[in-house]
């Protein structure tokens, strides 16, 4: 078995094999027996399983649904390999063996990074500026009490300074379908992003670099998980954001409305339907997110808008080298202008083209389509086992891709700002080649040359997915 991948060890079993196994038309499973589970608790891992022991399956129908139980379990990362085995014990009788291995779960994860909405934009834009660094320390545990429980608390410095608490508990009734989670959020910076020009962010600092913005907000989420994918996210909100005078002489228009100060509840719902084989980096599956956001609950709100968004993925596998991956952003403000805290564009997560990574596309209407066809090139690893006394990073994999990419899309600027008319309200497209990695615990690294429409063209490096 590789490790740090889902893997099945009669994965494309036949009817008969070399040593003279015959595979039974049907069975009946008689117990699941899970093991490797040190920490994490088994009706966690046992909610993941769709297969049911006094049961007779087809063979073949097993085998599938093993499979599919398997990338479940996997995508909850909390385990770094997971093999479901069939073991007979009889002539239609088995019993299947679960056997995992968990993550490490405890991370004190050090602050480092930019404050920048990438690295072409630091380097570029913003000349490589290390004052616009963050650092500090977060703690992280992804599965407090073995229940899939996640806590995060975290203080950060530098450039943008930032105090956060999260607790989530996916499930809260016996039936595990019901979850709760809750965030508190605070943080300042001395130098923000105040608004577009010629479709790049225009930061602001003051002679006396005072706090120019102060920022809380708390939400709570309910989610409800009927079946194996599909999952229903309700958010209640609240954020009340604070400026220093100075930035109005940067932008008038920077909260629309006269006071310096942005206070508004909201409530959201998302529909995520969910069946990836690997939700870091999937090569095969789909994935759809609908969503739709209300600012402002009450008449003392100083914002009220609406917005829709959707993405849509769809990820297929054409044999065990390609596959090919599309997806579809779509976002949408119903009103005519939003406070610039609020402002969705390409150049934002995850509304972004390959090739316009240093710049911002502002509007009301953001569609982007994505497009990457892939080629595994490497699929290794190295056992660590004797360096590292930790089993948990005992094992240290690799994947690389050769990725064909093309992305298009359009933004409608309702407002029709002529200081960014350069991109907005016009069909936008870019294209090129890249290597993405993915390594230990799924972390992904992509290499990318992108060349544009405008006939721009630049290397990027990314530390995330793009789909």
Same mark, same amino acid.
């Given at each position: ?281 999937? @090569?095969?599956?789909? %994935?759809?997110?609908? +969503? /739709? ?7 003392? &709100?100083? !914002? ?119 991109? @907005?309200?016009?069909? %936008?497209?870019?294209? +090129? /080649? ?7 615990? &799924?972390? !992904? ?23």
């Amino acid at each position: 078995m590789a490790k740090g991948t889902p893997s099945f060890a009669q994965d494309g079993m036949e009817e008969e094999d070399s040593v003279g196994f015959v595979a039974p038309e049907r069975v009946v499973i008689n117990n699941i027996f899970v093991i490797g589970n040190e920490k994490t608790k088994k009706n966690i891992i046992l909610r993941e399983i769709n297969l049911e022991t006094g049961i007779y399956y087809d063979w073949q129908e097993l085998i599938s649904m093993i499979q599919a139980d398997q990338k479940k379990i996997y995508n909850l990362q909390l385990f770094t390999s997971v093999e479901i085995t069939p073991l007979l014990t009889g002539t239609e009788q088995i019993e299947l063996l679960v056997a995992v291995t968990e993550r490490w779960y405890i991370i004190p994860n050090i602050i480092f990074n930019l404050a920048d909405r990438n690295l072409a934009e630091w380097w570029t834009n913003q000349n490589r500026d290390l004052s616009r660094v963050n650092y500090g320390a977060r703690l992280i545990h992804n599965n407090v009490g073995g229940r899939n429980e996640k806590l995060r608390v975290g203080a950060q410095f530098g450039f943008v300074r930032s105090f956060e608490l999260m607790y989530s508990k996916p499930y809260i009734d016996k039936k595990q379908k019901h979850g709760l989670t809750a965030q508190l959020t605070y943080f300042t910076q001395k130098n923000i992003p105040v608004k577009s020009s010629n479709n790049r962010q225009v930061f602001y600092q003051n002679e006396n670099e005072d706090v120019l913005r102060k920022t809380s907000s708390a939400l709570l989420r309910y989610t409800y998980r009927g079946s194996f994918y599909n999952f229903h996210f309700v958010t209640l909100g609240y954020s009340n954001t604070r400026i220093n005078e100075d930035v109005f002489t940067q932008n008038p228009n920077y909260f629309i409305h006269e006071e310096n100060t942005l206070r508004y509840s909201l409530i959201s719902y998302v529909y995520r339907h969910d069946n990836r084989d690997n939700i870091a980096y999937a @090569t095969e599956g789909q %994935l759809l997110n609908l +969503g /739709l956001n209300k600012y402002g609950l009450f008449s003392g &709100d100083d !914002v009220q808008d609406l917005e829709f968004t959707l993405n849509a993925n769809k990820y297929k596998r054409l044999d065990n080298k390609f596959h090919v991956v599309t997806g579809l952003s779509f976002n949408y403000f119903f009103g005519q202008q939003q406070p610039f805290t609020l402002v969705r564009g390409i150049g934002y997560n995850p509304y972004f083209i390959r090739g316009y990574e240093l710049n911002v596309v502002e509007g009301q209407m953001v569609l982007v389509h994505k497009n990457s066809f892939r080629y595994k090139i490497f699929d290794f690893g190295f056992d660590v086992g004797n360096y590292m006394p930790l089993d948990e990073f005992s094992f240290l994999p690799f994947k690389f891709y050769l990725s064909a990419n093309f992305d298009h899309g359009f933004v409608n600027d309702k407002n029709k700002l002529p200081e960014n008319l350069r991109l @907005t309200n016009k069909y %936008l497209f870019g294209y +090129g /080649l890249g290597i993405d990695m993915v390594t230990l615990y &799924d972390m !992904v690294f992509r290499f990318e040359y992108s060349i544009n429409n405008q006939n721009e063209s630049s290397f990027f490096i990314n530390f995330r997915a793009p789909f």
